[in-house]
């Protein structure tokens, strides 16, 4: 019943910017923490970052001063704006929800399913 979409990946150069979206539909009665995670070949999936419902955000060191997350609650969105990018970003990029879906169920974890970003000359 809830799906979440994820877009704006892509091929970029090292210093170059993406802003990538994405997108909770469905039956969704709340949405409480919204994040990025991403996962390069042989490693785990890490995290980037995270923001509240009320728009609070935590970065990862890695990323930090770097990254801006935002989101939009009307709208059921979330977007990680991303400058500077360095080749060690290249990853799949993970978008991760925290839906309540009815007024009763306990609120559970929903995941896209990526969006590859690629940092190279």
């Known amino acids: 019943q809830v799906q979440l979409v994820e877009s704006g990946g892509g091929l970029v150069q090292p210093g170059g910017s993406l802003r990538l979206s994405c997108a909770a539909s469905?039956?969704?009665?709340?949405?409480?923490?919204m994040g990025w995670y991403r996962q390069a070949p042989g490693k785990q999936r890490d995290l980037v970052a995270t923001?509240?419902?009320?728009?609070?955000?935590n970065y990862a060191d890695p990323v930090k001063g770097r990254i801006t997350i935002s989101r939009d609650n009307a709208k059921n969105t979330c977007n990680l704006r991303m400058n500077s990018l360095k080749p060690e970003g290249t990853a799949v990029y993970y978008c991760?929800?925290?839906?309540?879906?009815?007024?009763?169920?306990?609120?559970?974890?929903?995941w896209g399913q990526g969006t590859q970003v690629t940092v190279s000359s």
């Open positions: 991760n929800a925290n839906i309540e879906t009815t007024g009763w169920t306990p609120f559970q974890d929903y």
């Open positions: 923001i509240n419902r009320s728009g609070g955000p």
């Open positions: 469905g039956s969704i009665f709340s949405i409480n923490a």
